[in-house]
């Protein structure tokens, strides 16, 4: 804890701030400071233990402490390019040029100081930006990559940062946040979907011995630019709106909503580095279906009577926030699969906003992701079916600041289409052994997340519009009908509104819009290899569930809300184990 409060800085966001100090006034770390804390473990009987080989019963008494990383020691004072240096050897720049490069050396001295704390970053490609911006007279706070990178250096250093308990707390109980959903969301449905058994909690099963950053592996990142992504430097005339629009029919999807524009200032994006709500669930499993254990401890999922299950099982929530593992049995993970799959297929087709007709070419899709850095699934050789073309996947990563500090590549073709949305998240929802704690949370962190998403792009276009041209709307607001409905395109493509990735689809191979269920619902399944593309495998001989389920876009008209739906049934757990419960919701 003293070199703790020795690093503290007094930076522009406060105390937990980078340490802005001159070198000459700040204390330094020692480059053998991690030997002398194991030579002080030793005299003190401090015990370290990795967390693989830690006991729920250990982790319970506190008897095992987390192994410290290697500390990197402080860096020197970076090798600045000349045009960033204090005295760069010739006439003396007017005030105002040298009062703009002090503020670009501090935030590259910001960035050296983060890498010392094991933030990744390429300052020798990042310099170069900032000096192209530091010519062009540019303020540091209009500087897409000064203020990408400010961004990138205060998320990375709180990762650096997450052992540490003052910054990344842990928590034995979390309740179920619902400040941020978007309408009422009645406390009898959240109940039924996931009872619990304490009345302070409103009888609404809590989250359980969870950190805000997942300890042992950062959250997956987003792309090198998220959704509908404008410079902070856009100006109203930049985007072209022909005021023709606004003069449409309500009813016709061209139609400009004017009072829902907002210009100059524009509103600020909902998620600016595009990481997915999802980003705490591994898409490659690290445990196969949950089995952490080497032997059996009791089933933690909550019932409102008697209280919590009690099965043994060697299997616990796949969530990544868990600082300490949640043993969930195969019974309470196959039921709560059943329900959530039913609650899910309410945001399903929601949750994406499609490709427009014109977009959704062939011969030129593939090529207007180009430094994206997007996640792409479909199967090469289904969009161009030309057999002179290879059927090998194009590179679609590319470099970002605001996710890799330039230190990696994001992105990239992900395989085939996967089951229901085609992109990760339902695979992560529903492919993932995961308390039930956690999926409502995600569940109602999804809608809020597409809801956002809409208002901001209805915010800056008066409509929602394909997200890769931005100019007209996709085919689902012409009702798929016509060309412009994308009668005349061979595959369907659509955007992802929560992990900003892309789907690319080979019409007939999703009726309804859905691609149909293989694995996920059955309680065992796995991916049998971490390279795109690769099947499925299970191990599990149960009938998977929603074979039969509703056409989506006649769910997409009932007028019933989601948690009306869930409010009508009843509670889950009073209904008899055995008894089928994938037409719950119908």
């Not at 179920?176 to 009645?186: K, L, Y």
Request: hydrophobic letters at 30%; one cysteine or more.
């Amino acid at each position: 804890m003293y070199g703790y409060y020795l690093t503290h800085g007094f930076g522009p966001t406060g105390v937990n701030d980078l340490n802005v100090l001159p070198p000459g006034e700040r204390w330094v770390m020692p480059e053998n400071y991690h030997l002398e804390f194991i030579e002080w473990a030793k005299e003190h009987d401090y015990e370290i233990t990795s967390r693989s080989t830690a006991t729920i019963d250990q982790l319970a008494k506190r008897e095992v402490r987390k192994r410290p990383r290697p500390q990197q020691p402080a860096q020197a004072e970076p090798p600045f390019r000349a045009i960033l240096q204090p005295d760069g050897g010739g006439p003396a720049a007017p005030v105002g040029m040298q009062n703009l490069q002090a503020e670009y050396r501090q935030l590259l001295r910001l960035a050296n100081d983060a890498m010392a704390i094991g933030v990744p970053a390429n300052l020798a490609g990042i310099e170069p930006l900032l000096e192209m911006d530091l010519n062009n007279s540019i303020p540091i706070n209009d500087s897409p990559t000064a203020r990408e990178l400010r961004l990138y250096l205060a998320r990375q250093s709180e990762i650096a940062r997450r052992d540490d308990e003052m910054r990344n707390p842990r928590f034995a109980e979390v309740p179920i946040d619902t400040s941020r959903v978007v309408g009422d969301v009645p406390d009898q449905a959240l109940r039924n979907i996931n009872p619990g058994s304490n009345e302070e909690y409103r009888n609404i099963a809590p989250l359980r011995n969870v950190v805000r950053i997942p300890l042992d592996r950062p959250p997956s990142p987003g792309p090198a630019r998220p959704l509908y992504w404008i410079p902070w430097n856009t100006r109203d005339e930049d985007i072209d709106l022909p005021i023709r629009y606004s003069r449409l029919d309500p009813s016709n999807p061209e139609h400009v909503d004017r009072r829902a524009l907002r210009r100059e200032p524009f509103a600020e994006h909902p998620n600016i580095d595009g990481v997915s709500q999802l980003a705490t669930i591994p898409h490659w499993r690290i445990w196969n279906n949950g089995d952490m254990f080497a032997k059996s401890y009791p089933c933690e999922a909550e019932n409102q009577y008697p209280g919590r299950c009690g099965k043994p099982t060697r299997s616990a929530c796949e969530d990544t926030s868990h600082f300490q593992p949640v043993p969930i049995c195969d019974e309470c993970e196959e039921r709560s699969l059943r329900e959530f799959r039913e609650l899910f297929r309410r945001i399903e087709i929601d949750i994406r906003q499609n490709i427009c007709h014109r977009c959704a070419d062939p011969d030129t899709v593939l090529r207007k992701f180009a430094n994206l850095g997007h996640r792409i699934w479909y199967t090469p050789g289904e969009i161009r079916d030309d057999p002179k073309l290879p059927k090998a996947p194009e590179d679609l990563t590319a470099e970002t600041i605001i996710s890799t500090g330039l230190a990696g590549r994001v992105g990239g073709w992900m395989g085939d289409p996967l089951e229901i949305t085609g992109c990760g998240c339902a695979l992560k929802l529903l492919g993932r052994r995961i308390c039930r704690p956690h999926r409502l949370q995600y569940i109602l962190n999804l809608q809020t997340e597409v809801a956002r998403m809409r208002e901001y792009c209805r915010s800056v276009y008066g409509r929602m519009v394909c997200p890769l041209c931005r100019e007209i709307p996709g085919p689902d607001s012409y009702g798929f009908q016509g060309i412009r409905g994308g009668e005349n395109n061979s595959f369907q493509g659509w955007a992802c509104l929560n992990c900003h990735g892309y789907v690319l689809n080979k019409k007939g191979n999703a009726p309804g819009g859905i691609i149909p269920v293989k694995y996920l619902g059955t309680v065992r399944f796995e991916h049998i290899s971490r390279v795109p593309g690769a099947p499925y495998t299970t191990t599990d001989q149960r009938k998977p569930i929603d074979q039969d389920a509703d056409d989506p876009q006649e769910q997409q008209q009932e007028e019933e809300s989601l948690w009306n739906r869930v409010l009508s049934v009843g509670e889950f757990n009073d209904q008899p184990e055995d008894e089928d419960l994938s037409d719950i919701y119908d």
